[in-house]
């Protein structure tokens, strides 16, 4: 069955670095778009990031840009988030989704499926 599972979280320092990695299994992950969510204790789970499966386009949320990288490995079924210069305000925990071919611009979390159990980010001092 179709299967996502995140890993690579932790607590770091603020400035500190983190790699989050979605592991795929179960369907052809060379067709799918893989999207990253975070969600915040009382908030709304929002998108972080997503790239595309055919020409590897990629997309970021304003508040990561220039901070996270999107990549993939599609001979390892794996997505990476590379989060540098992290901040207390990205304390969450992350999830990956899965949707068909291309990103939706906005990353709307309504246009994705086949959710991972998600990974915890803590960044304190």
């Known amino acids: 069955q179709v299967q996502l599972v995140e890993s690579g979280g932790g607590l770091v320092q603020p400035g500190g670095s983190l790699r989050l990695s979605c592991a795929a299994s179960?369907?052809?992950?060379?067709?799918?778009?893989i999207g990253w969510f975070r969600q915040a204790p009382g908030k709304e789970r929002e998108g972080v990031s997503c790239?595309?499966?055919?020409?590897?386009?990629?997309y970021y949320a304003d508040s990561v840009k220039g901070r996270f990288t999107i990549s993939r490995d599609n001979a390892k079924n794996t997505v990476y988030l590379q989060m540098n210069s992290l901040k207390p305000e990205d304390t969450a925990v992350y999830y990956c989704?899965?949707?068909?071919?291309?990103?939706?611009?906005?990353?709307?979390?309504?246009?994705?499926?086949?959710w991972g159990q998600g990974t915890q980010v803590t960044v304190s001092s």
């Open positions: 179960g369907f052809s992950f060379n067709y799918y778009a």
């Open positions: 989704a899965t949707r068909p071919y291309l990103c939706s611009v906005a990353i709307n979390k309504a246009l994705y499926e086949n």
């Open positions: 790239i595309s499966s055919s020409d590897g386009s990629t």
